[in-house]
């Protein structure tokens, strides 16, 4: 079976009414200042969120126990145009840095004839969510979602063992 | 977790065995239950349990229904993403207008 299963990417447009370098730079060296502290994926609050500004360069957050959780690595690296990076978070939206093949979030930013910028956000490759996760897993399947199954299944029995 | 009902239609080996046979393309019970150790209404249970959990989808091709994968697929956790992204935008979208006012306490236009 070397068929891939396909997840279609989820797309969203936000105009905003600033020119694209100030529209990428908010977006990046100032992610801290409009991340919404809810959208933790870390195991304790969220502090601080920062954007590498280099291609290889860490989407990380600092967290309230004093913990760092890394949520991708930056692939494309265009100021005022694209940025684009990993997105290494398994399949309970945690932090998984044995999800070798994640997937990825691409922002472009586009100058609108009219003024302001169009900010467009792809987020895709949802399939390779939890691919490569572990040398049984590879062995196992030939595809993302078993793998994907088993983290599930695993982090569920993680929490159970915990409470 | 919002999409466990989608993990969990994908746990029963068969089912999933089921699952990973229309990757190739739509089929109908009978192809499928050609292919697996399964029989024909034991296909069917399965395919009705995966169209419930929306990771199949089907319609009728003549005088018989074909079964394909629904390209929305994982559709709890895809939907809960789209609403992750859309919440962050807006707080985006709220700094770069509004860098010196609290967000939620203007309303603007949210991504679409």
Redesign the interface.
């Known amino acids: ?1 070397s ?6 990417p ?1 797309r ?7 020119t694209p370098q ?2 990428f730079e ?2 990046t060296a ?1 992610i801290d ?4 502290k ?2 933790s994926l870390g195991a304790a609050p969220l502090c601080e969120s920062v954007i590498e500004p280099f291609v290889g360069g860490r989407w990380y957050s600092k967290h309230a126990d004093g913990t760092e959780a890394v949520i991708g690595h930056v692939l494309v690296w265009q100021p005022a145009e694209r940025f684009a990076c990993t997105w290494e978070i398994s ?2 939206w945690k932090p998984d840095a044995r999800v070798a093949f994640a997937s990825e979030v691409e922002v472009r930013f586009v100058s609108e004839p009219s003024g302001g910028t169009r ?1 467009e ?1 792809e ?1 895709r490759n ?1 399939e390779r969510m939890g691919e490569g996760a572990g040398e049984k897993m590879r062995n196992a399947v030939d ?1 993302g ?2 793998a ?2 088993d983290l ?2 695993k982090s569920t029995s993680n929490d159970a063992a915990e409470t | 977790m919002a999409y466990a009902m989608t993990l969990t239609a994908l746990a029963d080996p068969t089912r999933r065995a089921v699952f990973e046979s229309l990757r190739n393309g739509p089929a109908a019970v009978g192809a499928i239950a050609a292919g697996l150790p399964v029989s024909r209404p034991a296909v069917s249970q399965h395919l009705k349990a995966l169209k419930q959990a929306g990771l199949v989808a089907d319609r009728a091709e003549g005088a018989r229904r074909v079964y394909y994968i629904d390209p929305d697929g994982l559709g709890e956790l895809r939907r809960w993403i789209d609403q992750f992204w859309t919440d962050a935008l807006t707080a985006f979208k709220h700094e770069v207008e509004h860098p010196d006012t609290p967000p939620g306490t203007l309303k603007g236009r949210n991504p679409s």
């Open positions: 079976m068929a891939t299963i396909q997840i279609t989820v969203k447009t936000v105009w905003v009414a600033a100030r529209a908010v977006f100032g200042r409009w991340w919404p809810a959208h399949a309970e900010v956000l987020h949802f595809g979602w078993p994907l199954l599930y299944a």
